[in-house]
Structures are given as structure tokens and as C-alpha cells.
């Protein structure tokens, strides 16, 4: 059994700090529970991510690589290195938030290492087809990948292997964790800070919709439907498909880029509905919606199945059509 000491040194980990999503507000609560815990992390984009410069934040050798912030999944195949380069031999317990990478970092013996699991590798598990398909690479890149997610599969195998005791964010990922890596998990949900929100009495007619926008996460379902019913939508978030988004979107769609907390809890409290295309681990934007007083539109699967009373709080769709 591993013993820890009263005052024990803590360490945080976190797969990358490019963009902003829910994983990096989980971070920002795990770094004001435990202040002068350093995060280590493969990346960070201080221009992206201004808040957490504060912070004493140690990043991999792949910092220093051309291009790194801005083309990062050209390393993807040293990622596993740049993982398990950390030195983490002096801490007692290490804290990972994971849904890529953090989860292999290399521990002492008596050290306790606790995976806060947002999912398993999506890329590398439950969507390796569909990331594969949406890839925006040539057919020489496209012809070279088997062989690297084949590889990479196998180190998140035994990476998963690494940790002490897995937490999943809901108990759709718990299902994955059990699953994939075949170890067993207990759900805390991610936190939601839902005095932030209030209800209005007076809602507007425009629908709302947000997150980081990448493939999976379906916006081009609610971007085509608004314009063909002529809907008003807007779409807060930043991320790779934001042009492919536009060129699809009509003149009632509008997308807001990043906005503040406030400007986000005006949004939700005045949109007539949330809408949640996506299969999310969790969905904390589905809560902050439901925590303004508005009815939630969402696909009927991840983590909106356990948040969501349909008939009361919103209602699901079957297809992502």
C-alpha cells in the first residue's frame, strides 16, 4: 500500500494547453484547490489561454519545436516521449486530467498517481473512423497513419496501466474506462459554478449553441438545419472547423468567437433553447444552459443523458441529422 505523507507534494498534469474547453476549467479548479502545485504539460499557448500565465506551468521539450502551437499534431508520435519525460520523482501525489496523453506519465513507487479521465483517447478508440474520414491531410499522411495509431493505441494501453485509480467525468466515460483499459472507475462530475447563471423572464428568439469547434462535435448539424429553416442561431467557441462552419452557415447564423463568463450567462439566459448536437463525455455547457432557466435540445447519447430530464429540462434527438 502506498503511504502518503500529512503534507504530501502535489503535482497536476494536463494533456495540452492550446485551446480553451471543459477540461481546461476543470484545471483552473484543481490549480485553486492546490495553488502551488505545478501543472505540467506537453504544450502551452500563452496567447490562447492568457489566465493561466499566472500559474507555474512546465512545459515539454516539444515547446521548443517549430511550429509546435500552431501544428502540434505533427508531433503527434512524440507525444508518448514528451510524456514520459517529466521529472515527477519528487512529488507524492500526481494528479493528471487526461483525454489524450497525461494519463502515461512515469510516477516514483511511492508516489499515488489519480487520472481524472475525460475519455478515453477518442481518436485512438470510439471515433477512429470518423477522425480518420474528417482529416484534412494528404493520402501519403492518410496511408501512414494505421501503423501510428496502431502504435499509439498500444502505449495508451499500457499508459492506462500507469494509473492508481481512474476518476471518469460521467458514467458514460466510466463505461469507456471499463471498456478500453478494462479498469474499473468511480464519476465525480466535472464542477459547474451555476450561481454564475440566473433565469430571465423575457428570453429571445435566437437559438444558442457553444464549445470548442471541432468535428465531433457535430455543429455543422444545427449550422445547416438553422439556415434552411432561416432559425437564428448563434455559436460561441473557437477552434478548426470555425471556417468550414461559415462557409456553410447562412445569414442567420452568427458566431461570437470567445466570449467572457459574463457575456456567456447573458447568452444562455436569453437564447430560446441550448442546442447540443454532439455525443459529449459530459456536456458542461448542457448544465450552465439548464442553470439559466432554458430547455436543452441534445443528441440522445454521452453525458446529456445525465443531466437532461426530457420533458422537463429539454428533450433529445435520435439522429445526428
Not at 74 to 85: C, G, R
Not at 133 to 139: D, P, W
Not at 226 to 239: A, N, Q, W
Amino acid at each position: 500500500m502506498i503511504k502518503i505523507p500529512s503534507e504530501p507534494r502535489i503535482a497536476l498534469v494536463h494533456d495540452h494547453l492550446i485551446q480553451h474547453g471543459g477540461a481546461e476549467r476543470v484545471l483552473e479548479i484543481l490549480q485553486n484547490l492546490w495553488p502551488n502545485a505545478p501543472t505540467f504539460t506537453l504544450l502551452y499557448n500563452q496567447k490562447e489561454l492568457p489566465f493561466f500565465k499566472e500559474k507555474n506551468i512546465q512545459t515539454s521539450f516539444l515547446q521548443k519545436f517549430p511550429f509546435a502551437l500552431q501544428k502540434y499534431q505533427w508531433y503527434l508520435p512524440l507525444m508518448p516521449t514528451a510524456t514520459e519525460s517529466y521529472d515527477l520523482s519528487s512529488y507524492d501525489i500526481i494528479i493528471s486530467g487526461s483525454s489524450a496523453f497525461s494519463k502515461g506519465v512515469i510516477t516514483g513507487h511511492r508516489s499515488m498517481h489519480v487520472c481524472y479521465c475525460h475519455t478515453p483517447t477518442r481518436y485512438l478508440w470510439s471515433d477512429t473512423t470518423s477522425y480518420v474520414e474528417e482529416l484534412k491531410q494528404s493520402r501519403f499522411v492518410k496511408w501512414l497513419l494505421p501503423p501510428l495509431l496502431s502504435y499509439l493505441r498500444l502505449w495508451d494501453k499500457q499508459a492506462a496501466d500507469r494509473v492508481d485509480q481512474f476518476i471518469a467525468n460521467s458514467k458514460t466515460v466510466r463505461d469507456r474506462i471499463e471498456k478500453y483499459y478494462r479498469r474499473p472507475s468511480f464519476v465525480i462530475h466535472p464542477p459547474v459554478e451555476v450561481e454564475k447563471f440566473s433565469i430571465t423572464n423575457h428570453p429571445k428568439n435566437y437559438f444558442l449553441a457553444g464549445g470548442r469547434l471541432v468535428a465531433y462535435k457535430r455543429f455543422d448539424i444545427i449550422v445547416e438545419a438553422c439556415t434552411r429553416l432561416r432559425l437564428p442561431l448563434k455559436i460561441f467557441g473557437t477552434g478548426p472547423m470555425q471556417k468550414d462552419l461559415e462557409r456553410l452557415a447562412g445569414p442567420t447564423i452568427e458566431f461570437l468567437g470567445r466570449v467572457s463568463d459574463k457575456d456567456r450567462a447573458k447568452l444562455y439566459a436569453e437564447c430560446r433553447a441550448y442546442l447540443h448536437p454532439q455525443e459529449e463525455d459530459f456536456g458542461i455547457t448542457v448544465v450552465e444552459a439548464m442553470a439559466s432557466g432554458r430547455p436543452v435540445i441534445a443528441y440522445r447519447k454521452g453525458g446529456a443523458l445525465e443531466t437532461v430530464i426530457e420533458g422537463k429540462t429539454g428533450l433529445f434527438f435520435d439522429h445526428q441529422n
